[in-house]
Structure formats: structure tokens, C-alpha cells
């Protein structure tokens, strides 16, 4: 079936340690989005690609980066300049073809905390 | 810069009742307007989308929402509420561009009393 995969789905960590968020789709959508979500704070945008080997920062980059080598990859670290790292990190993919655009499509998230 | 406004962090409401959850957005020039579903630890559900066209925008679920350019609005609404509708629900707009990102409201968090 075609997804959004995000892995691992909880991750425990060390403060001072990196740690890398997995997000695969094969939906063959060439945007893809990172957003992070804490409680009553909604979902605040990390980094976004529109397309391969390019990537924009969103509202919260700091602390945060990403690479985007191929169409169904967007992995996002997670570094230790990252001051409060523990959340949800949520994994989207765009269906922009056709008519206007297209809603996003979501993974079943990560959920990070820092020890 | 786009924004969205959800004014209620909760929502109760009977079964068998109407339902609205609201929204209001901000952005230059003409919107692009989402809204999404949330359940426990899990990713987010697509209920429907304002491109352009008829302002009352019927999606999943019986959802539907309503476009209202002069008021910045597009609120969520469902005639008659199932326990099951119990979410959180996310409004979501970007700008009228396939190249621009997505902004999510804070959410409300819709429950259904049987």
C-alpha cells in the first residue's frame, strides 16, 4: 500500500546525543514537510522540500536539520543545539499534481524523548 | 505571513447534536484551507479542502465547512455528531501557491457526550 513510513516510532535519548527520524513514502509526491507537535501548541513546521536536493527552513529550524538525496527520503536529525527536543515529529507528504493543490499526507509520527 | 486562529481549545457537544469547530485564517491573497483529524498518538487524517469554487466544502465523515471570504472563516460543521467524532481537529491553510508551505491552527479538541 502507499504511505508515509516514519521510524523508529519511539526513541529514547540522551541529552547532548543526535538522533535521526526516518520518513519514507512512496507515493511519488515530489514535497515533503517536517512538523513538530507539543500539547497545545499545534503543529509548527521544522523544514520543507519541494523537491529533491532542495529545502527550506519553517518556523522552528534551530536546533534541527535535514537532507533530502532522494524522492522518497526526508530524514530529520534532531542535534544536541536542539534545546528542548522531546515531542512528536510528524512526517508529510503533498499530493500537488493536478487541479490547484493537494492536502498533505501524514505518517503516524515519532515520538521523541529526551532522558 | 499566513496564520490560523482555532479560538476554542475544547469543544463539547451532545450526540445526535450539530456540531461546529472554528476557524479563521490570515493570508495574502486568496487561501488555501484544510482541515484534519487527530486521533491518540497517531499521524493526521485528511476531512477536506477549500481550493477555489462552491463555498461549502463537504469532505469525510459528513463533514463539511464553509468558506467565508469577508469574515476570514472556514468552519467545520457536521449536522449531527457521532461519539465517534471524539478528536482533535486541525485547520491548515496556505497561500494559493503549490509551492507554499502549510500552516496548522493549535487544534480543538472535539468531545462528543453520549
Known amino acids: 500500500d502507499g504511505g508515509i513510513t516514519q521510524s523508529p516510532k519511539y526513541l529514547f535519548r540522551k541529552e547532548g546525543q543526535n538522533v535521526t527520524l526516518s520518513c519514507e513514502q512512496n507515493?511519488?509526491?515530489?514535497?515533503m514537510y517536517w512538523y513538530r507537535q507539543d500539547p497545545g501548541q499545534g503543529l509548527r513546521l521544522i523544514y520543507y522540500?519541494?523537491?529533491?536536493?532542495?529545502?527550506q527552513k519553517g518556523d522552528i529550524a534551530e536546533g534541527y536539520s535535514v537532507s533530502r538525496e532522494k524522492k522518497e527520503s526526508f530524514p530529520l536529525t534532531v542535534t544536541s543545539a536542539q534545546k528542548n527536543p522531546t515531542a512528536f515529529y510528524l512526517c508529510?507528504?503533498?499530493?500537488?499534481?493536478?487541479?490547484?493543490?493537494?492536502?498533505?499526507?501524514f505518517g503516524e509520527g515519532s515520538r521523541l524523548t529526551v532522558l | 505571513a499566513q496564520s490560523v486562529a482555532q479560538p476554542e481549545d475544547q469543544v463539547n457537544v451532545a450526540e445526535g447534536n450539530p456540531l461546529t469547530v472554528k476557524c479563521t485564517y490570515s493570508?495574502?491573497?486568496?487561501?488555501?484551507l484544510f482541515w484534519y483529524v487527530q486521533y491518540p498518538n497517531r499521524g493526521l487524517q485528511f476531512l477536506l479542502k477549500?481550493?477555489?469554487?462552491?463555498?461549502l466544502v463537504k469532505g469525510s465523515y459528513g463533514f463539511e465547512a464553509e468558506f467565508n471570504k469577508s469574515q476570514t472563516s472556514f468552519h467545520l460543521k457536521k449536522p449531527s455528531a457521532l461519539v465517534s467524532d471524539s478528536a482533535l481537529y486541525f485547520c491548515?491553510?496556505?497561500?494559493?501557491?503549490?509551492?507554499?508551505?502549510?500552516?496548522f491552527g493549535k487544534g480543538t479538541r472535539l468531545h462528543i457526550l453520549p
Open positions: 508529510a507528504s503533498r499530493d500537488d499534481r493536478g487541479e490547484g493543490t493537494g492536502e498533505l499526507f
Open positions: 507515493l511519488n509526491h515530489d514535497a
Open positions: 522540500s519541494q523537491i529533491v536536493n532542495d529545502f
Open positions: 493570508v495574502s491573497g486568496n487561501p488555501y
Open positions: 477549500y481550493i477555489t469554487g462552491d463555498n
Open positions: 491548515a491553510v496556505s497561500r494559493a501557491n503549490r509551492d507554499d508551505k502549510i500552516i
